[in-house]
């Protein structure tokens, strides 16, 4: 959930200047949401109201409000998101993060659905005022009172501006599941250890056929990989994992949305060149297949 925007490890989003850029996004938002579900719409309208919410009152209580008491947050370990958002340090008041919602979707039942776009961090007294890109990706879910709040939330630096289509676009949905979902049908859960099973013997090869055709692939210092053959060709030079566990998994009513999370390791156990947490989106295919259309590693220090 973490990442460096200043100096200091701070929310990927956690302090936001809108002004010039609500009025930028406005626009061409309200154009492409009029075809989108009711439930995707609310969505992203509460994801450009959690950003302007922070200009208001700073981004520690903006985000308190639109994190859901249950969020969960790796900062450091696995924890509720909350606790870790109070413990973080106050920005720089010059400092500006200004993002917006440009990809996602929704499940079918209308109560679980993830965004990401580019970010921009802009600070007048670092770097000449140049901006540092990365990209953000969010998972959201209904409440009872029927509004969305974040149930986890990621940043990763990118080393130049994430190229996105203009307005929102709503991922691929033509060979989506719709059918009968119940206590008979395989769980996400299963899908998620049989993937990482093949991962512990190379990255390509457990991936093949379970990949969504817009996948995405979100890493720390570099641009997503975008796309079922970029990625199996960008995976193919990636490293297995010497460990790598599922810690929770949770698929929308409908059976055709959810997420999976849980911490990995690459390279001896003993000295890991990398350790951390993933967390994948998946879409459930209508031959009843779970596939990946998100994939993020939230690598932790130390």
Known sequence: MLFVVYDVLVSPRLVATIGLALLAIAAPL???TKTLPEALT???ETERAFAARALIVGWKQAFLEYFADDAVGFDGQSGRAKDQIRANPDPPPDLQLIWEPRFGDVAASG???YLTGPVRNVRKSRD???PRHSTYASLWKRQRDRSFKVIMDFGVNTPGPVPFAAGFTRAPIANRFSGDYDDSTPPLSAA???????LRTGQAGAYRGRLASSVRFLRQNMVPVV?????LQWLAKQPAYSAIDSRFAEAARSGDLGYTWGSYVVGPAQKPTEKGFYVRVWQRERNGQWNVVMDVLQPQSG
């Open 30 to 32: 309200a154009q492409s």
């Open 227 to 231: 796309g079922n053959r970029a990625a």
């Open 42 to 44: 609310q969505m992203v």
């Open 128 to 130: 000449n005022g140049r």
């Open 192 to 198: 998620d250890t049989v993937l990482n099973s093949g």
């Open 111 to 113: 109560e679980l659905g």
